[in-house]
């Protein structure tokens, strides 16, 4: 998201079984924006280092695989920049106003996943953001809460399933959907269902789905593709790089901790908590 935008630098890098080491260039990509990925991918943890502390581990059985769909991902993402300009060429701010509108139409799933993780504290800030946010925020088009103290978060059912103690291996990269794992595969069937959304009938319920997914897939793709462009020119392995920020970013998540640079990494084709709506096109996971 953009509204997070501030990392330190690092040195360590990821590695790729059977390939070149993903470190990344010296020269970081120009640009804030280009810096802090850089910065974040650097200092992700060697996934396929043996003798890398332990919990920082992942494993990445299926690489061929994974390879193959990230690029295959890649290009549809390619063709589908068209159909997301329209969000493209919206000022800034209209831009924020939309990603505003998207996570306070997210509300139901983000509270449902408080409460499942006992953060009663957190649960009671989204409340009182969609309360705030609907009304004097228009519909959620501005934040409002958050000038008034009460910061956004995300929650999904894969961090729940995480706080809950399940790992976060075998990495996959699904079609369409981007990086994930079985355990965040299973939330994000859980956080379709529990999308009021998704049980909206008749032909107005589910234009309503279709305009958010739509939305969703622009705002996602729209608001990243500048920042990975420069990842990817600046990545020995852009595979291996797009790998370690998406296990940084979720493991961050699932800690709450708001303040690690990861937890700012770009989404890529990741739909927020909540987003997922009863369309093929919604997706939500880091990269390719």
């Given at each position: ?48 280092n ?13 690489e ?27 000022p ?7 990603d ?95 999308d ?5 009938t ?59 640079p ?27």
């Open positions: 998201m953009r509204d997070a935008d501030t990392v330190p630098t690092a040195s360590a890098s990821t590695a790729s079984a059977g390939a070149p080491s993903a470190t990344l260039q010296a020269q970081a990509p120009t640009g804030q924006a280009g810096d802090q990925l850089a910065a974040l991918a650097q200092s992700a943890p060697d996934i396929d043996p003798d890398a502390v332990e919990d920082t581990l992942v494993s990445d059985p299926y061929d695989w994974n390879r193959y769909v990230f690029d295959l991902n890649t290009l549809i993402y390619m063709f589908l920049q068209p159909v997301i300009a329209p969000y493209g060429v919206l800034e701010e209209r831009q924020d106003n939309v505003n509108f998207l996570h306070n139409v997210s509300t139901p799933v983000i509270l449902l996943n408080d409460l499942l993780q006992g953060e009663v504290d957190r649960a009671w800030v989204t409340t009182q953001r969609f309360g705030v946010n609907s009304t004097v925020g228009l519909l959620g088009f501005v934040d409002a809460a958050e000038e008034m103290g009460l910061p956004k978060h995300s929650e999904d059912f894969g961090q729940t399933l995480g706080v809950w103690g399940l790992g976060d291996s075998p990495y996959m990269v699904y079609p369409l959907l981007g990086p994930g794992n079985p355990r965040d595969g299973v939330g994000r069937m859980v956080d379709m269902v529990s009021p959304m998704f049980w909206l008749g032909n107005t319920g589910q234009n309503m789905a279709r305009m958010k997914t739509y939305a969703t897939v622009s705002s996602q793709l729209g608001s990243n593709t500048n920042r990975l462009e420069e990842l990817r020119s600046t990545s020995i392995d852009f595979y291996a790089a797009v790998r370690s920020l998406y296990v940084q970013s979720r493991r961050a998540a699932i800690a709450n901790d708001e303040g690690n990861a937890a700012s990494a770009p989404a890529i084709s990741r739909v927020r908590t909540g987003d997922t709506v009863p369309e093929p096109a919604g997706s939500d996971a880091v990269g390719g």
